[in-house]
Protein backbone atom coordinates (compact mmCIF):
# COMPACT_ATOMS: atom_id res chain seq x y z
CA UNK A 1 0.00 0.00 0.00
CA UNK A 2 1.78 3.54 -1.01
CA UNK A 3 1.52 6.40 1.21
CA UNK A 4 -1.24 8.23 -0.01
CA UNK A 5 -3.66 5.34 0.71
CA UNK A 6 -2.09 4.39 3.72
CA UNK A 7 -3.33 8.36 4.95
CA UNK A 8 -6.52 7.83 3.15
CA UNK A 9 -7.12 4.42 5.15
CA UNK A 10 -6.05 6.41 8.08
CA UNK A 11 -8.53 9.56 7.44
CA UNK A 12 -11.51 6.96 6.96
CA UNK A 13 -10.51 4.46 10.48
CA UNK A 14 -10.34 8.23 12.02
CA UNK A 15 -13.77 9.17 10.84
CA UNK A 16 -15.46 5.93 11.57
CA UNK A 17 -14.09 6.68 15.41
CA UNK A 18 -15.33 9.97 15.71
CA UNK A 19 -18.69 8.67 14.09
CA UNK A 20 -18.76 6.25 17.26
CA UNK A 21 -17.51 8.46 19.51
CA UNK A 22 -20.36 10.93 18.63
CA UNK A 23 -23.52 8.33 18.56
CA UNK A 24 -22.60 6.92 21.96
CA UNK A 25 -24.32 9.60 23.69
CA UNK A 26 -22.00 12.45 23.50
CA UNK A 27 -23.86 15.18 21.27
CA UNK A 28 -25.90 15.22 18.07
CA UNK A 29 -23.87 15.88 15.31
CA UNK A 30 -23.52 15.96 11.23
CA UNK A 31 -20.84 14.93 9.63
CA UNK A 32 -20.52 16.50 5.85
CA UNK A 33 -18.10 14.58 4.11
CA UNK A 34 -17.06 16.61 1.34
CA UNK A 35 -15.84 19.39 4.19
CA UNK A 36 -14.61 17.11 6.87
CA UNK A 37 -17.40 18.84 9.36
CA UNK A 38 -18.49 17.91 12.41
CA UNK A 39 -21.10 19.64 14.15
CA UNK A 40 -22.59 20.87 17.50
CA UNK A 41 -20.03 18.89 19.56
CA UNK A 42 -20.67 19.16 23.20
CA UNK A 43 -17.48 19.86 24.77
CA UNK A 44 -18.63 20.99 28.12
CA UNK A 45 -21.89 21.82 30.40
CA UNK A 46 -21.32 24.41 33.25
CA UNK A 47 -24.35 24.24 35.32
CA UNK A 48 -26.21 22.32 33.29
CA UNK A 49 -26.51 24.44 30.02
CA UNK A 50 -25.00 22.35 27.24
CA UNK A 51 -21.64 23.94 25.60
CA UNK A 52 -21.39 23.34 21.72
CA UNK A 53 -18.55 23.53 19.29
CA UNK A 54 -18.05 22.93 15.51
CA UNK A 55 -14.94 21.08 14.11
CA UNK A 56 -13.55 21.67 10.53
CA UNK A 57 -10.83 19.19 9.94
CA UNK A 58 -8.70 19.19 6.85
CA UNK A 59 -9.36 17.40 4.13
CA UNK A 60 -5.81 16.20 3.43
CA UNK A 61 -3.49 16.35 6.36
CA UNK A 62 -0.17 16.66 5.78
CA UNK A 63 0.94 16.09 9.23
CA UNK A 64 -0.52 12.79 11.48
CA UNK A 65 -1.25 15.51 13.57
CA UNK A 66 -3.04 19.23 12.74
CA UNK A 67 -2.62 22.32 14.62
CA UNK A 68 -5.34 24.29 15.41
CA UNK A 69 -6.71 27.23 15.62
CA UNK A 70 -9.90 27.85 17.68
CA UNK A 71 -12.46 30.33 16.77
CA UNK A 72 -14.35 32.73 19.02
CA UNK A 73 -17.11 35.03 18.11
CA UNK A 74 -18.46 38.55 18.39
CA UNK A 75 -21.29 40.39 18.99
CA UNK A 76 -21.02 42.00 22.22
CA UNK A 77 -21.06 39.07 24.66
CA UNK A 78 -25.18 38.98 24.22
CA UNK A 79 -25.02 38.03 20.68
CA UNK A 80 -23.62 35.41 17.87
CA UNK A 81 -22.58 32.10 17.67
CA UNK A 82 -20.22 29.66 16.51
CA UNK A 83 -22.22 29.10 12.90
CA UNK A 84 -20.17 30.14 10.08
CA UNK A 85 -17.11 30.68 11.51
CA UNK A 86 -14.90 33.51 10.03
CA UNK A 87 -11.88 31.23 10.83
CA UNK A 88 -12.89 28.22 8.62
CA UNK A 89 -10.88 28.75 5.46
CA UNK A 90 -7.70 27.57 7.49
CA UNK A 91 -9.30 23.98 7.20
CA UNK A 92 -7.80 24.47 3.65
CA UNK A 93 -4.20 25.51 4.79
CA UNK A 94 -4.08 22.24 6.93
CA UNK A 95 -5.77 23.35 10.23
CA UNK A 96 -8.38 22.08 12.41
CA UNK A 97 -10.54 24.93 13.27
CA UNK A 98 -12.77 24.66 16.08
CA UNK A 99 -15.43 27.31 16.19
CA UNK A 100 -17.25 27.90 19.53
CA UNK A 101 -20.55 28.52 21.11
CA UNK A 102 -19.71 30.25 24.92
CA UNK A 103 -22.28 31.43 27.30
CA UNK A 104 -23.82 34.65 26.55
CA UNK A 105 -24.72 37.79 29.09
CA UNK A 106 -28.02 36.89 29.23
CA UNK A 107 -26.94 33.16 30.98
CA UNK A 108 -24.38 34.10 33.01
CA UNK A 109 -21.31 36.80 33.72
CA UNK A 110 -17.76 37.52 33.53
CA UNK A 111 -16.28 35.31 34.43
CA UNK A 112 -17.82 32.51 32.16
CA UNK A 113 -17.15 33.81 29.25
CA UNK A 114 -13.57 32.90 29.76
CA UNK A 115 -14.12 29.65 31.46
CA UNK A 116 -15.68 28.51 28.71
CA UNK A 117 -13.41 29.34 26.14
CA UNK A 118 -10.32 27.70 28.47
CA UNK A 119 -12.73 24.43 28.39
CA UNK A 120 -12.57 24.49 24.54
CA UNK A 121 -8.96 24.77 24.98
CA UNK A 122 -9.14 21.44 27.64
CA UNK A 123 -11.17 20.04 25.28
CA UNK A 124 -8.77 20.25 22.27
CA UNK A 125 -6.19 18.62 24.45
CA UNK A 126 -8.64 15.60 25.82
CA UNK A 127 -10.01 14.47 21.94
CA UNK A 128 -6.57 15.23 20.47
CA UNK A 129 -5.41 11.80 19.82
CA UNK A 130 -9.22 10.96 18.62
CA UNK A 131 -9.58 13.60 16.35
CA UNK A 132 -6.00 13.87 14.64
CA UNK A 133 -5.24 16.68 16.36
CA UNK A 134 -2.15 18.51 17.88
CA UNK A 135 -1.98 19.15 21.42
CA UNK A 136 0.96 21.47 21.61
CA UNK A 137 -0.12 23.66 18.79
CA UNK A 138 -2.94 25.56 19.92
CA UNK A 139 -4.00 29.40 18.98
CA UNK A 140 -7.38 31.53 19.41
CA UNK A 141 -9.02 33.81 16.98
CA UNK A 142 -11.69 35.79 17.74
CA UNK A 143 -13.71 39.25 16.19
CA UNK A 144 -15.12 41.79 18.34
CA UNK A 145 -15.87 40.55 21.81
CA UNK A 146 -14.33 37.34 20.57
CA UNK A 147 -10.98 39.04 20.00
CA UNK A 148 -11.74 40.26 23.60
CA UNK A 149 -11.84 36.89 24.50
CA UNK A 150 -9.24 35.19 22.64
CA UNK A 151 -6.66 38.33 23.84
CA UNK A 152 -7.46 37.23 27.09
CA UNK A 153 -7.04 33.44 25.99
CA UNK A 154 -3.15 34.37 25.54
CA UNK A 155 -2.54 36.94 28.44
CA UNK A 156 -4.51 36.30 31.58
CA UNK A 157 -3.05 34.28 34.23
CA UNK A 158 -3.68 30.44 33.71
CA UNK A 159 -5.45 28.52 36.47
CA UNK A 160 -3.00 27.24 38.94
CA UNK A 161 -3.08 23.54 39.39
CA UNK A 162 -5.19 22.85 35.85
CA UNK A 163 -5.37 19.62 35.00
CA UNK A 164 -4.99 20.33 31.86
CA UNK A 165 -3.47 23.20 30.59
CA UNK A 166 -5.97 25.93 28.74
CA UNK A 167 -2.53 27.93 27.74
CA UNK A 168 -2.68 29.00 23.86
CA UNK A 169 0.40 29.44 21.44
CA UNK A 170 -0.69 32.12 19.52
CA UNK A 171 -3.50 34.53 19.15
CA UNK A 172 -5.32 36.57 16.33
CA UNK A 173 -7.25 39.33 17.80
CA UNK A 174 -9.60 40.85 15.75
CA UNK A 175 -10.53 44.73 16.83
CA UNK A 176 -11.32 43.47 20.12
CA UNK A 177 -11.88 45.84 22.90
CA UNK A 178 -8.68 45.39 25.34
CA UNK A 179 -8.97 47.93 28.34
CA UNK A 180 -12.53 47.77 29.74
CA UNK A 181 -11.99 50.59 31.70
CA UNK A 182 -11.49 53.09 28.92
CA UNK A 183 -13.46 51.82 26.39
CA UNK A 184 -16.01 54.80 25.79
CA UNK A 185 -19.44 52.89 25.77
CA UNK A 186 -18.20 51.95 29.00
CA UNK A 187 -17.84 55.22 30.60
CA UNK A 188 -20.59 58.66 30.87
CA UNK A 189 -19.58 61.73 28.64
CA UNK A 190 -20.15 62.76 25.00
CA UNK A 191 -23.66 62.27 25.14
CA UNK A 192 -23.64 59.23 27.48
CA UNK A 193 -25.37 59.17 30.72
CA UNK A 194 -24.88 56.90 33.77
CA UNK A 195 -28.31 55.07 32.43
CA UNK A 196 -26.33 54.24 29.18
CA UNK A 197 -23.49 53.32 30.76
CA UNK A 198 -24.93 51.08 33.23
CA UNK A 199 -26.97 49.11 30.10
CA UNK A 200 -23.81 48.84 28.42
CA UNK A 201 -22.36 45.71 27.06
CA UNK A 202 -19.51 46.28 29.49
CA UNK A 203 -21.54 46.18 32.30
CA UNK A 204 -23.79 43.70 30.88
CA UNK A 205 -20.38 41.92 31.17
CA UNK A 206 -19.20 42.16 34.34
CA UNK A 207 -22.71 42.76 36.35
CA UNK A 208 -21.88 46.20 37.24
CA UNK A 209 -20.31 49.21 35.70
CA UNK A 210 -16.32 49.97 35.31
CA UNK A 211 -16.60 52.77 38.11
CA UNK A 212 -17.87 50.46 40.54
CA UNK A 213 -16.06 47.85 39.59
CA UNK A 214 -12.35 48.81 38.21
CA UNK A 215 -10.71 45.49 39.47
CA UNK A 216 -13.18 43.23 37.62
CA UNK A 217 -12.53 45.63 34.71
CA UNK A 218 -9.32 44.86 34.83
CA UNK A 219 -9.21 41.22 35.06
CA UNK A 220 -11.52 41.15 32.26
CA UNK A 221 -8.45 42.94 30.31
CA UNK A 222 -5.93 41.93 28.19
CA UNK A 223 -4.49 45.31 28.76
CA UNK A 224 -3.80 44.74 31.97
CA UNK A 225 -2.75 41.22 32.14
CA UNK A 226 0.12 41.29 29.81
CA UNK A 227 3.15 39.71 30.73
CA UNK A 228 6.35 38.15 29.55
CA UNK A 229 5.25 34.41 28.99
CA UNK A 230 1.80 35.54 26.70
CA UNK A 231 1.13 33.82 23.37
CA UNK A 232 2.03 35.56 20.17
CA UNK A 233 -0.08 37.95 18.80
CA UNK A 234 -1.46 39.11 15.62
CA UNK A 235 -3.60 42.37 15.81
CA UNK A 236 -6.05 43.66 12.90
CA UNK A 237 -8.03 46.81 13.14
CA UNK A 238 -10.20 49.16 11.34
CA UNK A 239 -8.84 52.81 11.52
CA UNK A 240 -12.32 53.86 11.11
CA UNK A 241 -13.49 51.23 13.73
CA UNK A 242 -17.11 53.20 15.10
CA UNK A 243 -17.31 50.90 17.67
CA UNK A 244 -14.18 49.64 19.17
CA UNK A 245 -11.68 52.89 18.99
CA UNK A 246 -8.27 51.75 17.33
CA UNK A 247 -6.68 53.02 20.40
CA UNK A 248 -7.61 50.01 22.17
CA UNK A 249 -5.42 47.93 19.65
CA UNK A 250 -2.29 50.64 19.38
CA UNK A 251 -1.71 50.63 23.30
CA UNK A 252 -2.26 47.02 23.69
CA UNK A 253 0.53 46.35 20.89
CA UNK A 254 2.71 48.39 22.48
CA UNK A 255 2.15 47.17 25.81
CA UNK A 256 3.08 43.42 24.63
CA UNK A 257 6.23 44.99 22.86
CA UNK A 258 7.54 46.40 26.19
CA UNK A 259 6.96 42.92 27.74
CA UNK A 260 8.88 41.40 25.02
CA UNK A 261 5.67 39.90 23.38
CA UNK A 262 6.21 39.01 20.03
CA UNK A 263 3.17 41.21 18.67
CA UNK A 264 2.34 42.55 15.22
CA UNK A 265 0.32 45.20 14.89
CA UNK A 266 -1.86 46.10 10.91
CA UNK A 267 -4.10 48.43 10.52
CA UNK A 268 -6.81 48.32 8.14
CA UNK A 269 -7.26 51.42 5.88
CA UNK A 270 -10.77 52.36 5.49
CA UNK A 271 -11.78 49.58 7.22
CA UNK A 272 -14.93 50.07 10.01
CA UNK A 273 -15.74 47.24 12.92
CA UNK A 274 -15.21 44.56 10.74
CA UNK A 275 -16.83 44.55 7.47
CA UNK A 276 -15.45 43.32 3.38
CA UNK A 277 -12.14 44.99 3.65
CA UNK A 278 -11.44 41.84 6.61
CA UNK A 279 -11.93 39.34 4.51
CA UNK A 280 -9.36 39.88 1.15
CA UNK A 281 -6.07 37.57 -0.01
CA UNK A 282 -4.05 40.39 1.82
CA UNK A 283 -5.62 40.06 5.22
CA UNK A 284 -6.09 36.67 4.85
CA UNK A 285 -2.10 36.27 3.53
CA UNK A 286 -1.48 37.60 6.96
CA UNK A 287 -3.69 35.77 9.17
CA UNK A 288 -2.02 32.45 7.49
CA UNK A 289 1.46 33.45 7.88
CA UNK A 290 1.30 34.19 11.63
CA UNK A 291 -0.20 31.15 12.36
CA UNK A 292 1.82 29.35 9.99
CA UNK A 293 4.84 30.83 11.96
CA UNK A 294 3.92 30.04 15.33
CA UNK A 295 1.93 26.94 14.98
CA UNK A 296 3.71 24.87 12.04
CA UNK A 297 6.77 26.53 12.45
CA UNK A 298 7.52 24.71 16.50
Excluded at 10 to 37: H, P, W
Excluded at 229 to 240: N, S, T
Aim: hydrophobic share 35%.
Amino acid sequence: MNHKHSKMRTRSLRISLIYAFLVSGFSLAILVAESEIIRDIEYSRPNDYTLLLDLYLPQEAKDSAVPVVIWVHGGGWKNGSKKNSKASWLAEEGYAVISINYRLTDVAQWPAQIDDCREAVRWTRRNAELFGLDPNRIGSWGSSAGGHLAALMGTLPYPENEPISSRVLAVCDWYGPTELLTMPPNNIGDGRTEEDVANSNGAKLLGCTVKDCPDLAKQASAYDNVSSDDAAFLIMHGDEDPGVPLQQSTQFHDRLRQYGVPSALKVIEGAGHGGKLFDTPEVREAVLQFFDRRLKRI
